[in-house]
């Protein structure tokens, strides 16, 4: 299983929200949303073999984190408006714990500690930023793998050091800053062709 964690620092946690709207009046959502169709979409198909969970710390009602199980997704498309209507459908869900909105999409009031904490017991945590290992050079990796990265911003102080408590590797890309979902799309591809080969 490879999984991603990615830090909306600003995302809205209400569901009132508009679809015409991504990118201004919802914390950078649509960086999110980018994130979410980068981590499943393939050509003709979902990834089955990966999760992710979008943390959303903006207001009103922090945090919120989404997970979604790409072996058990429905109704996922590759726009982001219809991505966003599934988002605003899970913050629209209650219930107490972890909560199915719909298939493969589960909404809980998790934090980030309390996500990297269980993350952290069943799979291996690496931290992608541009001065970590070339992740080219790197000869192998696990086979229940986190990746976790931001959205526009870094990871504050605060959470590196959170993260740095279970000991990630640092990975980095290459020296030029990307797009968290383009990210998302390098570490697939880069995995993708280790296990072809």
């Known amino acids: ?58 207001p009103p009602d922090p945090p919120r984190t989404l997970r979604f199980v790409g072996s058990e997704l429905k109704y996922l498309n590759p726009d982001e408006r219809s991505t966003a209507a599934l988002v605003r459908n899970a913050l629209s869900a209650k219930g107490e714990g972890e909560t199915k909105s719909s298939p493969g999409i589960y909404v809980s009031s998790r934090g ?56 990630p590797m640092k990975v980095s890309l290459g020296k030029k800053s990307l797009h968290a979902d383009h990210c998302i799309v390098v570490v697939n591809n880069e995995l993708d062709r280790r296990s072809a080969q």
């Open 112 to 167: 980030y500690a309390d996500v990297i904490s269980i993350l952290a017991k069943q799979s291996h945590i690496y931290y992608l930023k541009e001065d970590g290992h070339d992740v080219r050079k790197l000869p192998t990796f696990e086979d229940d793998i986190t990746f976790v990265l931001g959205d526009d911003r870094d990871l504050t102080p605060e959470e590196e050091g959170l993260l740095a408590q279970y000991q």
């Open 1 to 58: 299983m490879r999984r991603f964690v990615v830090i909306g620092h600003r995302a809205t946690t209400s569901p009132e929200f508009s679809l015409d709207d991504l990118s201004g009046a919802t914390g950078r959502l649509d960086i999110l949303l980018r994130c979410i169709n980068s981590s499943f979409h393939l050509s003709h198909g979902i990834r089955e073999d990966v999760e992710t969970h979008l943390i959303l710390q903006g």
